[in-house]
């Protein structure tokens, strides 16, 4: 058996083993990018939603006296407050992922990868947690004037 040989083909396994991980990892790395595309343009839906939301309830608050319903639109108008604070953070937060991926990226610096994959998982959750819960609340606040202002 030829020593010489065998090492070159153990250099281009090597070699062909190393390009493999690095295609994967930009691979992964692209789909990050995608989903924080995707999360930022859900953001900025949910911030013109909860602007509606805002704007309907200020039209229907408009010449009301009933204290009842002023406590109840009171209590909507902050978990819209609550809600836009949690975007703009959430959208902070989402940036800065999408900042460091492209470090990562144009540097091939791929050292990170675990806590840029725990960061993404987290960002899943918190995207997963908004939308469930700012439907739960677009209903609520829905169902709540459909039925006082009867």
Known sequence: MDLTRVNTQLQ????????????ALVNILEQYHHENMTWLRSIDFFKQE?????NRLAEVVDGTTDRGFL?????FQNQF????EFLDELRHE???????????????????DIVMKDRQQQLRGQMQY?????????????????????
């Not at 991926?101 to 610096?109: A, D, I, P």
């Open 130 to 150: 908004l939308e469930k819960e700012f439907s739960n609340l677009r209903y609520e606040f829905n169902n709540y004037l459909a039925s006082d202002l009867q």
């Open 81 to 84: 407050i609550i809600k836009d």
């Open 12 to 23: 281009v396994f090597i070699k062909d083993q190393n390009r493999t991980k690095v295609n």
């Open 71 to 75: 406590a109840q639109a009171e209590h």
């Open 50 to 54: 909860n602007s509606f939301l805002k």
């Open 94 to 112: 989402v940036n800065e992922q999408e900042r460091d991926l492209t470090v990562q990226f144009r540097h091939q610096s791929f050292s990170a």
